[in-house]
């Protein structure tokens, strides 16, 4: 079995910055991309930031020049470091993997998302 487990979120004052870790874990799996996204009250989920197995890195515009997301294969640990945070950015943010993952003497494309992490800006 493979998880997503996320830490990082909290309340933070307008301006302020946060660092969100997701770690991977569990079977054997190489990974196609991994994904920030997030949901505000009310709100559909949005995608908010992805990585290539490449180092290829998208944003959504709201957060370009703001937001960074980035990587430790090592640690199969991803991050996205959050800078001058406003109220908007309130909302519980989900970490997404696309992986391969091997079982059965075969391997298999899932996805998988964390249990979520709630951030709160305030003005």
């Known amino acids: 079995q493979v998880q997503l487990v996320e830490s990082g979120g909290g309340l933070v004052q307008a301006g302020g910055s946060l660092r969100l870790s997701c770690t991977v874990s569990?079977?054997?799996?190489?990974?196609?991309?991994m994904a920030w996204y997030r949901q505000a009250p009310g709100k559909q989920r949005e995608l908010v930031a992805t990585?290539?197995?490449?180092?290829?890195?998208n944003y959504v515009d709201n957060v370009k020049g703001r937001f960074t997301m980035s990587r430790d294969s090592a640690k199969n640990t991803v991050y996205l470091q959050m800078n001058s945070l406003e109220p908007e950015d309130t909302a519980v943010y989900y970490c997404?993997?696309?992986?391969?993952?091997?079982?059965?003497?075969?391997?298999?494309?899932?996805?998988?998302w964390g249990q979520g992490t709630q951030v709160t800006v305030s003005s």
């Open positions: 997404n993997a696309d992986l391969n993952i091997y079982g059965d003497r075969r391997w298999t494309r899932q996805t998988y």
């Open positions: 569990g079977s054997i799996f190489s990974t196609n991309a």
């Open positions: 990585l290539t197995t490449y180092g290829s890195t």
